[in-house]
């Protein structure tokens, strides 16, 4: 179950766009090329949350990209909890999707980013996972039918995270609402601790195999 799309994607432009780049399910690295050392750069001074509240939003583009063309709803449940985990850590599960299925051009860019959104949170516990975010973004530029609004995007949303999520120690930093990733939207790191609960009250953890209830606050229950 997708969620609103952020105002930032072109849904419907970069989903209606036939599947036209190669990949090749033995070695995808080849083809999509490594991360942009400029992003790895510019992530080194972000908080923790911030790295992965980065690679979440960029797993989206690549998500909304593949809209029509996948009908699998775990990797969008997937990102759903990540971004409750960026509150509390609790509130999600891990995933290593079944390798079986993640051939061809479109559950193979999706299976990636998911796989690198798991490295990247691991990583993270021991000071890195830069690279694993600026990787999930040279996948969501590998898909892009036009990759130059992700860029603008891209260099926008690391702006903005350098601003309001500056590394601090050896902390993860305060939680992260996927609106920190929206150049729009003013806000403060402050109000995104707000927003990033409203967002976790909107889930439905019912019916999404990632998320843990038992963690909820009892008044959230």
């Known amino acids: 179950m997708a969620r609103p799309a952020p105002s930032y994607i ?6 209606a766009y036939p599947m036209e780049h190669a ?3 033995w070695d995808p690295y080849e083809l999509i090329g490594d991360p942009d050392p400029s992003v790895v750069e510019r992530l080194r001074p972000v908080s923790r949350h911030g790295v992965l509240a980065f690679a979440l ?14 009908d699998d709803d775990l990797p969008w449940q997937y990102v759903d909890a990540q971004w409750a985990g960026l509150l509390n850590s ?10 079986d299925h ?12 998911v796989r690198q959104i ?19 973004a040279r996948v969501a530029v590998f898909v892009m039918p036009d990759p130059s609004t992700f860029l603008k995007w891209q260099d926008q949303a690391l702006d903005r995270l350098a601003q309001l999520y ?4 050896a902390g993860f930093g305060p939680p992260i609402p996927r609106e920190a990733l929206e150049p729009g939207v003013e806000m403060t790191a402050q109000s995104g601790i707000e927003l990033a609960r409203r967002y976790v009250q909107t889930l439905d ?12 606050p009892d008044t959230e229950k």
Not at 10 to 15: D, F, G, K, Q, T
Request: with cysteine; charged share 30%.
């Open 10 to 15: 072109p849904v419907e432009s970069i989903a």
């Open 23 to 25: 990949w090749d399910d």
């Open 57 to 70: 939003a960029c797993t989206e583009w690549i998500l909304y990209r593949m809209k029509i063309h996948s």
């Open 90 to 99: 609790d509130l999600a599960y891990e995933w290593e999707p079944d390798q």
């Open 102 to 113: 993640a051939d061809g051009p479109v559950r193979g860019p999706i299976d990636m980013a």
């Open 118 to 136: 798991t490295n990247c949170s691991r990583a993270l516990h021991l000071g890195e996972g830069e690279l694993d975010a600026a990787l999930i």
């Open 166 to 169: 500056e590394r601090d120690g």
């Open 205 to 216: 953890f019912g019916n999404n195999e990632f998320l843990d209830a038992a963690a909820l």
